[in-house]
């Protein structure tokens, strides 16, 4: 099992930024890369970046892309989002995920085991 605990979440106004972090423990080895997905009021979850544990690769969804940075410390098991330039619709609950992928383009949410219980990020205009 892997347990996951984010945090940084909080209220922010738009063009501002945030930091979300999120700790691993457990058996973190037998996951091979970790991911962040957001979901909105009324919304379906949806993939917003993933990382690699070995490489540090990296994948974004289009519409982060430029505004957001994923980042990993493996000493401390930990992944990082830096989020700027944010946005109203960027509001959402954002969860931590990890799993044995087979490519860091897999940004449907069955394809992560492991979640974290969420943060919540509010952007207002």
């Known amino acids: 099992q892997v347990q996951l605990v984010e945090s940084g979440g909080g209220l922010v106004q738009a063009g501002g930024s945030l930091r979300l972090s999120c700790a691993a423990s457990?058996?973190?080895?037998?996951?091979?890369?970790m991911a962040w997905f957001r979901q909105a009021p009324g919304k379906e979850r949806e993939f917003v970046s993933a990382?690699?544990?070995?490489?540090?690769?990296?994948y974004y969804a289009d519409s982060v892309k430029g505004r957001f940075a994923i980042s990993k410390d493996n000493a401390k098991s930990t992944v990082y989002l830096q989020m700027t330039s944010l946005k109203p619709e960027d509001t959402a609950v954002y969860y931590c995920?990890?799993?044995?992928?087979?490519?860091?383009?897999?940004?449907?949410?069955?394809?992560?085991?492991?979640w974290g219980q969420g943060t919540e990020v509010t952007v207002s205009s």
């Open positions: 995920a990890a799993g044995r992928v087979r490519t860091l383009m897999t940004v449907q949410a069955v394809g992560y085991d492991y």
């Open positions: 457990g058996r973190v080895g037998n996951t091979n890369a």
């Open positions: 990382i690699s544990w070995s490489a540090g690769t990296t």
